[in-house]
């Protein structure tokens, strides 16, 4: 059975620039969207673009996926 987020939520977007060939590590917490996660393997997915999508457009969208481990 899936968790659905909470629906009364606020958050800020943040751009982020990051340039060819740079890291940049962003922690998240997501505890406030889903409280009762279980041990178990998870992904997020975050979606971004190039400076030259602007403006942005739904077929211009880009998702990147990290997984991760609750333990």
């Not at 409280?35 to 979606?47: D, E, F, Q, R």
């Not at 969208?61 to 609750?70: A, D, P, R, S």
Request: aromatic fraction near 14%; glycine fraction near 8%.
């Amino acid at each position: 059975m899936k968790e659905k987020a909470q629906v009364n939520r606020i958050f800020n977007s943040i751009g982020y620039i990051i340039k060819p060939g740079e890291n940049k590590m962003l922690e998240v917490d997501i505890s406030g969207y889903y409280p009762n996660l279980k041990k178990g393997k998870y992904k997020i997915s975050k979606s971004y673009f190039y400076q030259n999508d602007i403006p942005i457009t739904k077929d211009k969208e880009h998702l990147i996926y990290q997984g991760f481990t609750i333990e």
